[in-house]
């Protein structure tokens, strides 16, 4: 860009200016905004700033906290969950069936209401305006419906706890016929609230979703090419794409089944022979459920991976203090595991009876994603090579991440191969697998972005020391927890069980590691409370950061006040020059530039155009 | 903005330029438009895996399938008419999306009354459409013993499934219904005009509202298309 300004004085590209002949006499910020100025509604109470309120940063704070909570229980089940598996002549108080409840409701809270929740509602909310330089989201009403669509399906799903029968124990997938057959607890109000629970959660999402893609599409400030966006928003964007073509699959796959459950329809019901009396079901095709279920599935993983992967390429380039490696290959990337994630979804079932070369199929879309991710992962490192690392908490968080990433994708490829698979499936070394990638990976994450974007929210740091002390313990503690459990896998130790009994296949060291990962997990939990004092207590008492205190490029941290009021900046909405990853650039004073500095205010700077 | 739009390359050209452009992807559209838009595949997803779990249910069951000439026939004067009913439902639903795009027409050029006439005839059509499927689901249940959970006539998944998606695009047009009602009260009382603000979003609107109703109105019917032929056709 500056290397233009030099030759042509020529500010900045807008698309209204491509057109004209003599485009190098006119400057940005005399040319007409295609986007209309948005017509906000100011809260006027305490009911509609903080309840009802229509400001997008509001509405994800909002989603933040009710994730968090959620995630909070799930947090308690794992331990409950943990005490039983690793002291089971100890501890008495969860019985078999408890444990498949505590089992299902851990993941589903994990996968969907916290995880899915808190990337897209939580950060999607907060920084999706506030990246691309609009005022709000376009339909601020409609993304107030969506947070409270959230909230009641959390309701609703926490109260299955409170029906008689408890809630589901079907596990988080809810296979049928079992998960809405007699003997299988919570099969007759529970389930029932689970599947209602995911349908609400789905149609609140779309209308969040809708407002996530038109705001990225349609209502970026001047000067914000797709090129130029910074990658958290090129993730979060793909994965609403995602959710908004996946989503429609679980729906579907719920009202079948509540359907199945309440009206005795037979969808997804064979008939079977329960005590030797025949169920009034029959003719239908449970792995008609398992296809829909992994058609959402699937792209369900990349729908929490992939705003992470864009998360953690922005905090790893500010706090290396270098341009993100292969922006363009970064984007394509995304895209493209985006796209290929709806082609790999009966990786799930190659036990599960279908033809087997569907197996032989999905093996190969499945390992064809390993390339896309690779690019990633070889780029991250790329950016960190030689660059000025600031080891501080986000970034030490991002370098977990990709190790942590690159562990679990590796473990993915044994599970991709179908001959592989079947000896591994259903052991613990799936379940070792699927927490790295896709639990602790984007978990490691959000923990980076909240120490990142924390004194933005709030204008103020969190606790350093408490920070480093949360990291180690739940970096460390979770390679604790899940390295075992690959070992336990390959010994054969089945996951979903409830004990162990005295198998004679497994060793009795399983059972000692077992107990050394149930204290590691209750060692890590007390790390995530520290976190959560940390978060509280820093609001009145930590640091006070000064604009924009990591000397970051995306603006976000250009506006006018911190925090960002409603309506996000100033007078005016800010012109945007460049990426948002000019660190360093050599000649610049400064080592970074901000995307609304305009060529003429840093002429000596050598800046790739982008 | 009109004047920049005409100036737009066209073409694949044009597509490269509007992707690598700033501020809009879709030049010239509007936010509540393209929303419609992405809603709209959202919701072709949501219909076709309910037609894909159509198909297998009915590709796998071991019962025949009833004869759909027999099931849906309508008895007049003595004589049973197959597919009279749903061939009157669904010219009644294709002429609604004729006086919807007639509406959006009139919408633009500015003549509120006709249209929200039209509105009206639209939503008449609409609900006339629910009425006849609610005398058709009665049929079936109360005359034929069509049940969600059991069918004399063959297949037990035969009622479950088509009760299902045909409720399921029933609830869409009285969905669709409800807000043409709301929208030609707000057309005849001219709220596009004089910039009124909404009830629930207190913001102004304009006539591209009605366009987008339109979207949803043709959306709806055109996914009925599908529905009638693997339904009644098949």
């Known amino acids: 860009m500056s290397e233009d300004y030099n030759k042509f004085k020529l500010e900045a590209k807008s698309s209204e200016m491509l057109n004209d002949e003599n485009t190098s006499s006119i400057k940005i910020q005399d040319t007409e905004s295609e986007v209309p100025e948005q017509d906000l509604y100011h809260p006027k109470s305490f009911i509609t700033k903080w309840i009802f309120c229509q400001d997008a940063k509001v509405i994800g704070i909002q989603y933040s906290i009710t994730a968090i909570a959620i995630g909070l229980v799930a947090l308690v089940l794992s331990w409950l969950m943990r005490l039983q598996l690793g002291f089971p002549e100890t501890f008495s108080y969860l019985t078999p069936a408890g444990y498949y409840q505590f089992v299902t409701m851990h993941g589903m809270i994990m996968v969907v209401y916290l995880l899915t929740a808190l990337f897209l509602g939580g950060f999607g909310n907060f920084l999706i305006p506030l990246m691309v330089g609009a005022r709000d989201m376009v339909f601020p009403y409609v993304n107030m419906i969506s947070y409270w669509m959230y909230f009641i399906a959390v309701i609703v799903l926490v109260s299955s706890f409170f029906v008689p029968g408890g809630p589901t124990g079907a596990g988080w997938t809810l296979y049928p016929p079992q998960a809405i057959t007699s003997g299988t607890p919570g099969s007759n109000g529970g389930i029932a609230l689970m599947l209602i629970s995911l349908s609400l959660f789905v149609i609140g999402f779309t209308m969040g979703g809708l407002n996530y893609i038109v705001t990225i599409l349609q209502g970026r400030t001047r000067g914000m090419t797709l090129m130029r966006m910074p990658l958290t928003i090129w993730g979060i964007f793909t994965a609403t794409v995602l959710a908004m073509l996946a989503f429609p699959a679980l729906i579907v796959a719920c009202i079948m089944m509540t359907l199945d459950s309440l009206l005795g329809t037979s969808f997804f019901m064979p008939s079977m022979v329960q005590m030797g009396e025949h169920l009034k079901y029959g003719g239908g095709s449970p792995i008609l459920f398992q296809h829909l279920f992994w058609f959402f599935g699937h792209p369900e993983v990349y729908i929490v991976a992939l705003p992470a992967f864009g998360i953690v390429s922005d905090l790893i380039s500010v706090h290396a203090r270098k341009n993100i490696f292969g922006y363009r290959m970064m984007v394509w990337a995304i895209v493209i595991i985006g796209a290929l994630s709806f082609f790999v979804w009966a990786h799930h079932m190659y036990v599960s009876g279908m033809n087997p070369w569907f197996g032989f199929f999905f093996a190969t879309t499945t390992l064809i994603i390993a390339v896309p991710t690779a690019i990633k992962v070889y780029n991250w490192v790329l950016t960190l090579w030689r660059g000025n690392i600031r080891l501080n908490i986000p970034m030490l968080f991002s370098l977990a991440f990709i190790i942590t990433f690159v562990n679990g994708g590796i473990t993915g490829l044994f599970l991709g191969n179908v001959i592989v698979d079947v000896p591994l499936s259903d052991t613990y070394f799936v379940v070792a697998h699927f927490h790295m990638v896709m639990g602790i990976a984007p978990i490691l994450v959000i923990f980076g972005g909240i120490y990142h974007w924390y004194p933005l929210i709030t204008g103020r740091f969190l606790h350093e020391g408490m920070g480093k002390f949360h990291f180690w313990v739940s970096f460390l503690g979770s390679y604790a927890i899940y390295f075992p459990m690959h070992y336990l896998g390959f010994i054969g130790v089945p996951r979903r069980y409830y004990e162990m009994y005295n198998s004679p296949y497994i060793p009795t060291s399983a059972q000692g590691l077992n107990a050394f990962i149930t204290v590691a997990a209750l060692i890590v939990g007390f790390a995530q409370l520290v976190f959560l004092y940390n978060i509280i207590s820093s609001i009145r008492l930590g640091k006070i950061a000064e604009k924009n205190p990591w000397q970051a490029c995306s603006l976000e941290w250009q506006t006018e006040y911190v925090p960002p009021r409603h309506g996000n900046f100033g007078k005016k909405l800010p012109i945007v020059y460049r990426w948002a990853y000019d660190f360093s650039v050599p000649g610049a004073k400064q080592d970074y530039i901000p995307q609304n500095v305009p060529p003429s205010e840093v002429p000596e700077a050598r800046t790739e155009k982008t | ?234």
């Open chain 2, 1 to 234: 903005m009109k004047d920049n739009l005409s100036k737009l390359p066209s073409g694949f050209k044009g597509f490269v330029h509007d992707w690598a452009s700033d501020q809009t992807t879709f030049k010239g559209v509007p936010w509540g438009k393209a929303m419609m838009w992405i809603f709209l595949i959202s919701d072709t997803f949501i219909f076709s895996c309910f037609l894909i779990g159509y198909m297998t249910v009915r590709g796998s069951t071991s019962v025949p399938w009833p004869n759909p000439s027999e099931v849906f026939a309508l008895n007049v004067f003595g004589v049973d008419v197959p597919l009279l009913l749903i061939a009157i439902m669904t010219f009644v639903l294709i002429t609604s999306s004729g006086t919807m795009a007639l509406a959006v027409k009139f919408g633009y050029e500015r003549k509120k009354k006709l249209c929200a006439l039209f509105i009206l005839f639209t939503a008449i059509g609409g609900g006339a459409f629910v009425g006849m499927q609610a005398f058709e689901w009665t049929k079936l249940i109360l005359h034929e013993g069509i049940r969600p959970w059991g069918n004399p006539k063959g297949a037990a998944q035969f009622g479950a499934i088509f009760f299902m998606i045909t409720g399921f695009h029933g609830t869409h047009v009285s969905i669709g219904v409800i807000f043409l009602l709301i929208f030609a009260r707000k057309t005849w009382r001219g709220d596009f005009d004089n910039g009124k603000r909404g009830f629930f979003t207190s913001m102004k609107s304009n006539y591209v509202a009605i366009e987008i109703l339109g979207l949803y109105w043709h959306f709806v019917d055109l996914v009925w298309v599908f529905i009638f032929a693997f339904f009644y056709l098949w």
